[in-house]
């Protein structure tokens, strides 16, 4: 099959995890601490670091230190504006109605992604 759909699928499948979805929200087109990635997910330190090696594994989030603190953020924040698209269509099959792409990502954040 084609190497870019290949790797379009790849992503699609780690972003089709609820918590890992999350997680993109909470980080957004910003730069969090774990720490607040768990304040705003809602999910235990062990869950937040588990997903976020998986989400680094599949190079969606990079990290930058900052003395004792390791913060993340998406290597490529336009994919939040894909996800608020996402958001949008699967908003309108569910409820019939368009509805503009707002920037969900706090609001998500703590829901999995649901």
């Known amino acids: 099959m084609n190497t870019q759909i290949d790797n379009i699928a790849r992503v699609l ?8 979805l999350g997680i993109v929200f ?3 087109k910003g730069s969090r601490a774990v720490t607040e990635i768990i304040k705003l997910t809602g999910l235990s330190q ?6 976020l090696r998986v ?14 603190f390791i913060f993340y953020s998406l290597k490529n924040p336009e994919l939040i ?4 698209v996402l958001h949008s269509i699967a908003q309108s099959r ?7 792409p707002l920037l969900v990502s706090v609001e998500m954040a703590g829901k999995g992604g649901k």
């Open 13 to 20: 499948k780690v972003l089709g995890e609820p918590n890992r």
């Open 26 to 28: 909470a980080i957004g």
């Open 46 to 51: 062990t869950l937040v670091s588990f997903h």
């Open 55 to 68: 989400l680094r594994e599949a190079d969606i989030v990079v990290t930058r230190r900052d003395g004792p």
């Open 81 to 84: 504006d894909i996800l608020n």
């Open 94 to 100: 569910e409820t019939g109605e368009t509805s503009s």
